[in-house]
């Protein structure tokens, strides 16, 4: 039927959370095509057949509204219809409105599954709108997407729309994609507006999509997606499980891509919820890059504000941005999905709930004003921060969250950063701090700043008001955040060719160097800078290889702590790797470490400090790695246990040097210094500071190197200890020590002046190199396994001191000579030196360098060719084919260094260096106990050829008493014998002056041994030949020496052998003949000359004789149990020895008189009975019979230890009187009742019955 029309012109008005429609406007004389397929607008009018709309028409009536199955309301794109029914308003499955809908009222909607209401592609067609895509006409080019909710994605070259609209009552339609000049952009969706006040059920779709673009291999100019459109909801009740969207459309894609169509608005209003209806304003889908989300607004009627939700499906695209100029008030906002919303400049947002239940990383950016709760919860979100926060003061990140701060806070007082989250402040530096109440890292928590680049523009600069917590597993750092690679004050040089190695960033070490294929330097690392006090710069980059950017330097850690800063996590600046690869073979550096700065009130927890440098790439040649950076740690009081490391970075070539560790604690004036390198040698780390460094103590460890330099100067008022396993330190400018100073461990190089130490203590495995100046230095220590060497003392330049203490195994020496004579040891002692028992004053091998001085020896030319021996005060001795050198110097006052041995040419084997020279001049006195030497090295050799042995050297010593039983030697160095022998060094020589000398000493200046053995050297005074000991360990026989006499007479137990006896021989002079330890046959009493040879040759006999002691006349025998009568007679006895008794317990009671006694028991028998014989005999042969007697056993009295007959019979007789031809040999009385009679033969025979 026709029905008359009421036509307007898409008027209506609007106020938040309901349609208001204008009064119908009636044209009158117009009639329009609307016809009902059954019933009336009064009734029910069902719609069966498709209706093209006229834009602005009106259906209205009292009745329902049924879109049946086949049965859709439609209008062209752009154009618009409304629907206004007093009744219901039903579409069917299979029903649908598919065009604008300015306004759809009902008492309720109901959309069956399949039903649907679209607006989609309804919008601005391709091209047109508020936001269009950039349209492209040139080939292999891609439109932008359409803008709307969203911005519309880039294409290949043609931007995408921007946003527009509203949020909370969307109705404007969607811009269209940009066109190609072969095909047009997708239309934007259109707008649908519904107004429900009872129930809206839905279980089919309400849709305002935007339209794809288009592309083709024909063209290759694609266009872009539409944009999303509108929905805007007002219901009573939400009820169903259908779905609503506002999507964009995809971009073209046939070759470089279309941009997708932004998302578009949906906003729904409902008094009661109870749907599971899904709501989409996802970005249109993009090869080259999809559109942003639109925006989903929803609200209840419980809710003052309403929500918002921004989800893109998991797809990176760009942000949704909130074009309001005041602000949006939410109760709470959803970023997920990759939902990315920005509040821009002029706009501002205020969550009056919670931003919460977010997953799978939504972002908001915030580039105006956004006020939060004043407990904030950011889950499973990114917030940017690069405008202003309002209201928020506790701000706790969970679940994965990420906060980038780049503006300000208002109000924030507690932070918290939970598991997987982190902080990323990004505007501050070292004089803009963030001022925060307390901070909490939780595991996996992180604080951070934001990475630089050319220039240092960020660090992490964190005042904390009241407490600290970093747990477990939680971090605060800035590693890589430094010097982006190739960049900083001294970022390592680069690696621009083939096989090279870049160098290593520096910062607070020393960078590494790189290399060139061949080994050779290419990119050297970057040098120290910065503070080591208040460190606040970021560390230098690695080089960069022309394939491979150099490691980013470590960032800067600035905390300043009230209260308590517990760490039980990490705090780091670390520097990045270098990399390096097969085919590119141009590795770039290590990053060097950063600054990590903490103040704290009280410092507490077990965790870890780190400014350590990153490691270089090594591909090929290695670059350097990265130095490490720099430390300083300030508290009032400090309880923990944490581990710091400013360690430098590995490397294939060189590693990077250490940073510095500084410490503070209490109230402590100075703080503390650590050097540590985690036992790996490398570069020094050198001093920066112009001024003076003040410090409590300094330790250099683990192949830690420090210098410092000539403009500058250190100050160590503590102590210089607990150094591990070889640090260095080097002054080159000016240090000063505490009065007593203990150096444990460490190198120490003095190229400078030393100011304050009269003490110096050298303990366990240090070693000092004094070729600077002391100011004040009277006494010098040098303790086990120490060294001192002097190395600017030269002949006419004495070094004075007070006392010297030389302990076991420590060494006082001076530094090695080469081609000339430069340094000798020339000490004034104002009174003491004590070299003890293992300690040595030693210049071996710091004479002459092979085949210099006056006595060198001469080479030795060809296969097997022997060089010759040095000479000094012996000449040295020949080669197989090289002579000795001469002999030279004074037999007094000897100060000559000895000559190096000749070199062998045809195996280049150095000839030993000649021992070096001592000259001591003590005004006390001289201990010596352990050693004094200036020996000549052994010449070096192998299988075919020797070099020669360097000479002795020079030892003279002055002292006013001298004391021990130690050594001194000069001796000449061995040309080692092998197929072509060198020559022997020759010896050195000796001059002892001493007022008194009670010492015992030995002194020796003898030539090495060779193909010719040196010649001996020279001792003045010279010493007597004599010998002063002798002793036969074998016999533990001492000799007893008798010089007026020269006699040595020993004796030994008789019978002992005298054959093949190796005495050991002590004398004064150069030799003895035999010689001590040579095997030697003596026969008793009859001497063995010896011969002595002194060290002007001449010699002394001694006659050694061995006597004898006479043979033992001792055969008694005692015992602590048994009975036995003095020996020297015929026959003695034995008696009180227990009835039974083993022969083996028999023998073990009795004790010899005498070591070499005999016992003959050949007649005992076992058990032992009565009368039976033991026969000892003496040493010297005599002899004495024993006899033993068994003690008495009852009716045993003949003593036979048996009971049997022949007691019986004796025992009658003794009862009777009777004489017998027998004696009797017991009393008869056997039963012990102490009468003779019957009762003792009856007992007697009671035992032989038995």
């Not at 004050?489 to 070490?509: L, R, S």
């Not at 990119?523 to 006090?533: D, M, P, R, T």
């Not at 581990?643 to 560790?661: D, F, H, L, P, V």
């Not at 010759?868 to 040295?876: E, L, V």
């Amino acid at each position: 039927m026709t029905m008359t029309s009421k036509l307007v012109s898409n008027l209506y008005f609007w106020s938040v959370g309901a349609i208001v429609l204008a009064a119908c406007i009636v044209l009158p004389g117009t009639s329009f095509a609307f016809t009902c397929d059954s019933g009336d607008l009064n009734g029910t009018c069902v719609i069966s057949s498709t209706q093209l709309m006229a834009n602005g028409e009106v259906i209205s009536g009292a009745g329902d509204l049924i879109i049946a199955d086949g049965g859709s309301l439609t209008t062209n794109a752009g154009e618009s219809f409304s629907i206004a029914m007093d009744g219901d308003v039903v579409i069917e499955s299979g029903g649908s409105i598919a065009g604008n809908l300015s306004s759809l009222t009902a008492a309720n909607l109901t959309l069956e599954s399949g039903g649907s209401i679209n607006a989609n592609g309804k919008g601005y067609a391709g091209g047109l709108g508020p936001e269009p895509g950039v349209s492209v006409h040139s080939y292999k080019q891609g439109a932008g997407g359409g803008g709307y909710g969203g911005s519309g994605g880039n294409g290949q070259t043609g931007e995408g729309g921007d946003v527009y609209g509203s949020v909370t009552t969307p109705s404007d339609f969607g811009s269209g994609g940009g066109n190609g000049s072969c095909y047009p952009g997708g239309a934007g969706g259109g707008a649908l507006i519904l107004d429900v006040p009872g129930t809206l059920s839905l279980d089919g779709s309400i849709t305002s999509n935007g339209g794809d673009g288009s592309g083709g291999a024909s063209c290759y100019r694609d266009s872009g997606g539409g944009a999303g459109g509108s929905i805007w909801i007002n219901t009573g009740t939400l009820d169903g499980e259908g779905s609503i969207s506002a999507n964009g459309g995809g971009g073209g894609g046939a070759y470089g891509g279309g941009g997708g169509g932004g998302g578009g608005r949906i906003a729904v209003y409902s008094t009661t919820d109870t749907s599971a209806i899904d709501m989409q304003a996802y970005g249109g889908w993009s090869k080259w890059q999809w559109g942003a989300a639109g925006v989903i607004y929803t609200k209840s009627a419980s809710q003052a504000y309403g929500d918002l939700i921004v989800d893109n499906n998991d797809i990176s695209a760009p942000g949704t941005n909130q074009v309001l100029t005041t602000t949006l008030t939410l109760d709470n906002i959803t970023l997920r999905n990759s939902g990315n919303y920005v509040v821009q400049e002029s706009c501002g947002l205020s969550i009056e709930g919670v931003f919460t239940g977010c997953n799978s990383s939504g972002n908001l950016t915030n580039n105006g004003a956004v006020t939060l709760t004043s407990s904030t919860v950011l889950s499973n979100v990114t917030f940017t921060n690069n405008g202003t926060v309002y209201g928020l003061e506790n701000l706790d990140l969970t679940s994965s969250a990420a906060f980038y701060s780049n503006g300000v806070f208002d109000a924030l007082s507690d932070l918290t950063v939970g598991a997987g989250s982190t902080v990323e402040f990004q505007n501050l530096t070292a004089d803009k701090p963030i001022t925060i109440t307390n901070v909490m890292v939780l595991d996996t928590g992180a604080i951070t700043h934001e990475a630089n680049g050319a220039t240092q523009d960020q660090i992490l600069n964190l005042h904390v008001t009241g407490d600290l917590d970093v747990q477990a597993g939680g971090s605060i750092h800035a590693s890589l955040k430094g010097y982006s690679g190739g960049y900083g004050p001294e970022a390592g040089g680069a690696a621009d060719y083939y096989k090279e190695g870049a160098g290593g960033g520096g910062y607070g070490g020393r960078g590494g160097d790189g290399t060139m294929g061949d080994g050779a330097t290419i990119g050297l690392g970057g040098a120290e800078y910065g503070s080591v006090e208040t460190p606040s710069d970021i560390g230098s980059a690695g080089g960069n290889g022309s394939c491979y950017p150099g490691g980013a330097g470590g960032g800067a850690v600035l905390l300043d702590v009230s209260g308590t800063f517990t760490l039980n996590g990490t705090v780091a600046a670390n520097g990045g790797d270098g990399s390096g690869g097969a085919s590119c073979y141009r590795d770039s550096g290590g990053g060097a470490g950063g600054s990590v700065l903490i103040t704290a009130n009280s410092l507490a927890g077990s965790g870890s400090i780190t400014a350590n440098g990153g490691a270089g790439g090594g591909a090929y040649a290695g670059a350097g790695g990265g130095a490490g950076g720099r430390i300083a740690v300030y508290s009032t009081t400090d309880t923990s246990a944490l581990t710091m490391e400013a360690y430098g970075g590995w490397s294939k070539r060189q590693y990077g040097g250490a940073g510095a560790i500084y410490t503070k604690t209490g109230s402590a004036t100075l703080g503390d210094l650590l050097i540590d390198n985690n036992g790996i040698a490398t570069f020094a780390t050198t001093q920066v500071l112009t001024t003076t460094l003040l410090l409590n103590n300094l330790t250099v460890k683990n192949m830690g190197y420090y210098v410092v330099p000539e403009s500058s100067s250190l100050s160590i008022e503590g102590d210089f200890t607990d150094c591990t396993t070889s640090g260095s330190f080097t002054n080159n400018g000016v240090v000063t020590l505490p009065v007593s100073t203990v150096l444990t461990n460490v190198v120490f190089y003095n190229n400078g002046d030393i100011f304050g130490p009269t003490d110096l203590d050298l303990a366990s495995g240090t070693s000092f190199y004094s070729n600077g100046n002391f100011d004040a230095l009277t006494d010098l220590t040098i303790g086990s396994g120490a060294t001192f060497e002097f190395q600017n003392i030269a002949p006419d330049k004495p070094f004075s001191l007070g006392n010297i203490t030389v302990r076991n195994s420590g060494v006082l020496t001076h530094k090695a000579n080469g081609s000339t004579r430069e340094n000798i040891l020339y000490l004034h002692v104002a009174n003491n030196v004590d070299v003890q028992a293992g300690g040595s004053i030693s210049v071996d091998a710091k004479g002459y360098a092979t085949g210099a001085g006056p006595g060198a020896g001469a080479t030795g030319d060809g296969y097997a060719g022997g060089a010759g021996g040095a000479g000094h005060a012996g000449a040295g001795g020949n080669g197989s084919t090289g002579a000795g050198g001469d002999a030279y110097g004074t037999l007094t006052s000897p100060e000559e260094l000895g000559s190096g041995g000749g070199y062998c040419t045809q195996y280049a084997f150095s000839g030993g260096a000649g021992g070096g020279a001592i000259r001591m001049v003590i005004s006390g006195t001289l201990t010596l106990d352990g050693s004094i030497t200036s020996n000549g090295a052994n010449g070096a050799n192998g299988q075919y050829a020797s070099a020669g042995g360097g000479a002795g050297g020079s030892i003279w010593i002055t002292a006013n008493n001298l004391e021990g039983n130690g050594s001194l030697y000069a001796n000449g160095g061995n040309g080692i014998p092998w197929y072509g022998h060198g020559g022997g060094g020759g010896g050195g020589r000796i001059q002892i002056d001493a007022d008194a000398d009670s010492s015992s000493l030995t002194k020796l200046a003898i030539g090495g041994t060779g193909f010719q053995t040196g010649e001996i050297g020279t001792i003045y005074p010279i010493p007597p030949k004599a010998i002063t000991s002798f002793m036969i360990e074998s016999l533990s026989a001492i000799g007893e020496i008798d010089e007026d006499a020269k006699s040595v007479t020993l004796t030994a137990p008789y019978g002992t052998s005298l054959m093949g006896l190796t005495p050991t021989i002590a004398i004064t002079g150069v030799s003895v003949s035999p010689a001590s330890g040579a095997a030697q046959d003596f026969t008793d009493g009859v001497p063995v000359t010896y011969t002595v040879t002194a060290y002007d040759t001449s010699t002394q006999d001694y006659g050694v004789t061995i006597n004898l002691d006479p043979p033992s006349s001792n055969n008694t025998i005692t015992s602590a149990v048994y009975t036995i009568s003095a020996g020297g007679t015929a026959n003695e006895t034995i008696v009180n020895v227990p009835f039974g008794i083993s022969l083996a317990d028999f023998l073990a009671a009795l004790t010899a008189g005498d070591a070499y006694q005999s016992w003959d028991s050949s007649d005992l028998t076992d058990p032992v009975i009565s009368r039976q014989e033991l026969i000892v005999t003496a040493q010297d042969g005599t002899s004495v019979t024993y006899i033993v007697y068994i003690n008495l056993t009852p009716g045993d009295v003949n003593h036979d230890g048996l009971v049997a007959m022949e007691d019986l019979i004796l025992s009658i007789q003794a009862t009777a009187g009777l004489e017998t031809a027998a004696p009797v040999y017991g009393n008869a009385d056997v039963n012990g009742d102490g009468v003779l009679g019957l009762t003792d033969s009856l007992y007697i025979m009671r035992e032989v019955l038995k």
